[in-house]
């Protein structure tokens, strides 16, 4: 590969890393994007592209962080208010990222709810002191402060009909409350519940509330009369409800009724039921959980529980921060968003153009994401942390996994669906299994080793499509293959060596026909952490704690180069441009770029806080993926040729304008000459258009200098900087300094970049004045002396 052809630089094309840690979640009216609280900030989410495009509150490296409660979107949409840690509200402007308005809540504590009214005028707070206050957003004053509720609220909604409006809201006590929120006066209390108190959902009539609990039940109830009308035991503790219309019920249930009053609701067992409130039947439960299934409960509980009435969609939020969203219509699932993925300890690219990538995380789920939309897919069957993935070039839908659980799992991708699913699995190690590696020309075998120092070679059968949650997988040999902790396993292109990377400081190769010893590869002083085969040359990399790359031959089994560079271990390493560059990562967070010819660093890359863990490559290696400890997951894309493009474009541009100032020059047209010698940034030729500008008279000067554009002023303001540090030019500066420092005027000389720059020249002025200061004492002597011995002269003279 020519030396045009090596790679140079790599720029982040995307990031996707935690964007929900709990607490609240709110949707945008038309669903375009997802509000998410994340410690002290809120995550702006595009469910279009699935990824942040932008965080509110987010604070500087020397600041405390203030810590947000809880948040509710205002004013269209287009504005959201936060509650703080420092007792706080702050309306902030999301789109423009710009704070608006703060004032104090004034609550004896956290405020842990906050709704607004349908016309964004009015906004309640309920904190944990158990106080309710009503504010007017538009004088940003507390109206009303309403009692009654115990202990932390946990439920506030705005209601309003023709008749009256009221605000309702529920907390430890297990009551629901109304207020009117004129008089501020309590109109009614609802009691029923026997538990917390955690949704309500006003009917479309104005006349009827159905509210949920963790007791159990869902109750509705008369608004009118202030009595509930049915309780309904529903045998799960219930997060979040939504009432829906008749009309908006998933097309396949054809019992409805336009007077029935049908609920969602969603709680601990992790899946949606609708039920009709007046009869008290359910109509329709979820045939498979939203969430995987857990190992204890047999679903992970649902948190949180959102409808848009528009879309006509909902999202559920389940404990592990997935959230799911769904068409009603259907009740299909539509999207699946992961808010937070922990440490990523191993990431694989697989299907054709690499259209997905798998993730291994600190959880018993690989997560497969599209990259196109990063919908994702949870691919549940582990009982234990997955700790690696492998995939072949020669079947894009395969992947293998391994996890804690010491067993290892074979997938396939349906082509047609676009879903994976388990086709076998596997348990042989008994202890958890670190890496897994597969056969690189036919998909006919794969490897494996484990904490139990245990290198095994398993057989895969050749129609791997037929097969369905039926595939045997056997193990063809066992040897004991290290004396510590085995890290990495990895198979030659040829698939005829298997190299192993172990905490004993050694490195192993083996045949794989039979795992015979091939030989050990001594020379790292700490444990090894990766291996890697060139694709062209018999080499081997190994990657070490010791902070160093070696490459080693496979004929004679020595160290051929040591590469140093990274200040922490050396975490993972890929070959690139046909084994003429190598890519690695470390502890310390870089990731970095290196010639192997030369054993130079060409670029270093930082975008990770902590270890990365994991590299991946595309089949085409124009992009590349990242992900550590930090939860980041980095896409990187090559543009070593969009560079240099680039750079050709420029260079071309340049010759193209010096030749145009030579034409200007020789034309004596001056002024044009001037404004490009700016352009091109020449100070000794701007130097001489000056002076040769200066030849005519001072008015066509400054009549020239007026012209100029600020931009060009400032320009020229600083190539008379430079000029002036030299004496011979010191004359040709201050006539510039002078003439600009007149035009520019007193007001722009303030701002930083002017003022620094004339701080610069002051110096050498106050030499130069001095300098002239000097000359002119000496001249006037010299004249002085010259009058007072002209008489004696003369004298001699007539003599």
């Known amino acids: 590969m020519s030396k045009a052809n090596l790679k140079e630089a790599f720029e982040v094309e995307s990031k996707y890393g935690a964007f929900y840690t709990g607490g609240n979640v709110q949707w945008s009216a038309n669903a375009e994007y997802l509000f998410c609280q994340k410690g002290g900030t809120v995550s702006i989410l595009s469910m279009s592209k699935g990824s942040v495009i932008s965080s509110l509150c987010i604070t500087e490296a020397?600041?405390?962080?203030?810590?947000?409660?809880?948040?509710?979107?205002?004013?269209?949409?287009?504005?959201?208010?936060?509650?703080?840690?420092?007792?706080?509200?702050?309306?902030?402007?999301?789109?423009?990222?710009?704070?608006?308005?703060?004032?104090?809540?004034?609550?004896?504590?956290?405020?842990?709810?906050?709704?607004?009214?349908?016309?964004?005028?009015?906004?309640?707070?309920?904190?944990?002191?158990?106080?309710?206050?009503l504010w007017n957003l538009q004088h940003h004053a507390c109206t009303h402060n309403f009692k009654g509720i115990q202990g932390v609220v946990s439920v506030l909604e705005f209601y309003s009909n023709s008749e009256k409006s009221l605000l309702f809201g529920a907390g430890d006590n297990t009551k629901i409350y109304?207020?009117?929120?004129?008089?501020?006066?309590?109109?009614?209390?609802?009691?029923?519940?026997?538990?917390?108190?955690?949704?309500?959902?006003?009917?479309?009539?104005?006349?009827?509330?159905?509210?949920?609990?963790?007791?159990?039940?869902?109750?509705?109830?008369?608004?009118?009369?202030?009595?509930?009308?049915?309780?309904?035991?529903?045998?799960?503790?219930?997060?979040?409800?939504?009432?829906?219309?008749a009309k908006c019920l998933p097309v396949f249930i054809t019992s409805r009724k336009s007077d029935g009053i049908y609920v969602a609701s969603a709680g601990e067992k992790g899946v949606v039921k609708i039920w009709e409130m007046?009869?008290?039947?359910?109509?329709?439960?979820?045939?498979?959980?939203?969430?995987?299934?857990?190992?204890?409960?047999?679903?992970?509980?649902?948190?949180?529980?959102?409808?848009?009435?528009?879309?006509?969609?909902?999202?559920?939020?389940?404990?592990?921060?997935?959230?799911?969203?769904?068409?009603?219509?259907?009740?299909?699932?539509?999207?699946?968003?992961?808010?937070?993925?922990d440490e990523i300890l191993d990431v694989a690219?697989?299907?054709?153009?690499?259209?997905?990538?798998?993730?291994?995380?600190?959880?018993?789920?690989?997560?497969?994401?599209?990259?196109?939309?990063?919908?994702?897919?949870?691919?549940?069957?582990?009982?234990?942390?997955?700790?690696?993935?492998?995939?072949?070039?020669?079947?894009?839908?395969?992947?293998?996994?391994?996890?804690?659980?010491?067993?290892?799992?074979?997938?396939?991708?349906?082509?047609?669906?676009?879903?994976?699913?388990?086709?076998?699995?596997?348990?042989?190690?008994?202890?958890?299994?670190?890496?897994?590696?597969?056969?690189?020309?036919?998909?006919?075998?794969?490897?494996?080793?484990?904490?139990?120092?245990?290198?095994?070679?398993?057989?895969?059968?050749?129609?791997?499509?037929?097969?369905?949650q039926d595939l045997s997988l056997n193990v063809r040999h066992t040897i004991l293959a290290h004396q510590k902790d085995i890290n990495c396993v990895t198979i030659s292109p040829n698939d005829k060596l298997i190299a192993t990377a172990s905490q004993d400081k050694t490195a192993k190769l083996w045949y794989a026909e039979n795992l015979q010893l091939v030989g050990v590869l001594h020379g790292h002083r700490r444990g090894v952490w990766c291996v890697r085969f060139s694709p062209i040359d018999q080499v081997l990399l190994t990657t070490s704690a010791d902070c160093t790359m070696k490459l080693w031959s496979l004929t004679e089994l020595n160290c051929l180069k040591t590469f140093e560079g990274h200040e922490s271990s050396v975490l993972r390493g890929e070959f690139l441009s046909c084994g003429m560059q190598l890519i690695t990562s470390g502890g310390d967070g870089l990731l970095k770029l290196w010639n192997i010819k030369t054993s130079e660093c060409i670029s270093t890359l930082n975008q990770h806080e902590s270890h990365v863990w994991t590299l991946a490559v595309t089949k085409d290696q124009k992009h590349m993926i990242s992900g550590g400890s930090d939860s980041l997951?980095?896409?990187?894309?090559?543009?070593?040729?969009?560079?240099?493009?680039?750079?050709?474009?420029?260079?071309?541009?340049?010759?193209?304008?010096?030749?145009?100032?030579?034409?200007?020059?020789?034309?004596?047209?001056?002024?044009?000459?001037?404004?490009?010698?700016?352009?091109?940034?020449?100070?000794?030729?701007?130097?001489?258009?000056?002076?040769?500008?200066?030849?005519?008279?001072?008015?066509?000067?400054?009549?020239?200098?007026?012209?100029?554009k600020p931009y060009h002023k400032e320009t020229l303001l600083k190539c008379a900087v430079t000029w002036n540090m030299n004496s011979r030019n010191s004359l040709a500066a201050q006539v510039i300094i002078n003439a600009l420092i007149t035009e520019i005027g007193t007001q722009e000389l303030q701002t930083p970049n002017l003022s620094s720059t004339l701080e610069v020249m002051m110096p050498y002025t106050d030499r130069h004045f001095k300098r002239l200061t000097k000359l002119l004492q000496d001249l006037y002597l010299l004249t002085y002396?010259?009058?007072?011995?002209?008489?004696?002269?003369?004298?001699i003279g007539t003599k």
């Open 278 to 341: 007046k009869t008290g039947k359910q109509i329709y439960v979820q045939d498979d959980p939203l969430v995987p299934p857990s190992k204890e409960e047999g679903g992970l509980s649902i948190t949180h529980l959102l409808y848009n009435s528009i879309s006509n969609i909902f999202a559920v939020v389940s404990v592990d921060h997935n959230i799911i969203v769904h068409s009603m219509e259907l009740f299909e699932c539509k999207k699946q968003l992961v808010g937070y993925s």
């Open 178 to 245: 109304g207020w009117d929120i004129i008089t501020g006066q309590e109109k009614i209390i609802l009691s029923g519940h026997f538990s917390k108190v955690t949704s309500l959902s006003f009917h479309e009539n104005g006349n009827y509330l159905v509210s949920s609990g963790r007791d159990r039940v869902l109750i509705l109830w008369d608004i009118s009369t202030g009595t509930s009308v049915r309780v309904l035991p529903v045998y799960e503790g219930i997060e979040g409800i939504f009432i829906i219309s």
């Open 633 to 708: 997951l980095v896409i990187w894309r090559d543009v070593t040729e969009e560079r240099k493009a680039q750079a050709a474009s420029e260079k071309a541009q340049f010759v193209l304008e010096e030749q145009r100032l030579a034409n200007l020059l020789k034309a004596e047209e001056l002024q044009a000459a001037l404004k490009l010698a700016l352009k091109l940034e020449r100070p000794l030729q701007v130097l001489k258009i000056i002076e040769a500008i200066s030849k005519k008279t001072n008015n066509e000067f400054t009549e020239i200098i007026k012209e100029l």
């Open 349 to 468: 690219y697989l299907g054709d153009n690499d259209s997905h990538i798998a993730l291994a995380t600190n959880s018993c789920d690989i997560k497969l994401y599209e990259i196109a939309s990063m919908n994702c897919q949870l691919l549940c069957g582990h009982t234990d942390s997955i700790l690696a993935l492998a995939t072949t070039l020669v079947n894009v839908n395969l992947l293998l996994s391994s996890a804690k659980d010491n067993s290892v799992r074979v997938w396939l991708l349906d082509k047609d669906t676009m879903r994976m699913s388990c086709i076998g699995h596997a348990v042989r190690h008994t202890a958890s299994i670190s890496s897994i590696a597969i056969s690189q020309t036919l998909p006919k075998f794969f490897t494996t080793v484990a904490q139990d120092s245990c290198l095994k070679l398993w057989e895969l059968p050749n129609n791997l499509e037929s097969h369905n």
């Open 62 to 133: 020397d600041q405390l962080e203030d810590t947000i409660n809880c948040f509710a979107l205002c004013n269209e949409d287009t504005g959201i208010i936060t509650h703080h840690k420092s007792g706080l509200f702050k309306l902030w402007d999301w789109k423009t990222n710009k704070l608006m308005k703060l004032w104090k809540s004034i609550h004896k504590g956290p405020v842990m709810q906050i709704t607004l009214s349908n016309n964004s005028i009015l906004m309640a707070s309920g904190g944990s002191d158990g106080s309710v206050r």
């Open 785 to 795: 002396t010259f009058n007072r011995m002209k008489p004696d002269i003369i004298s």
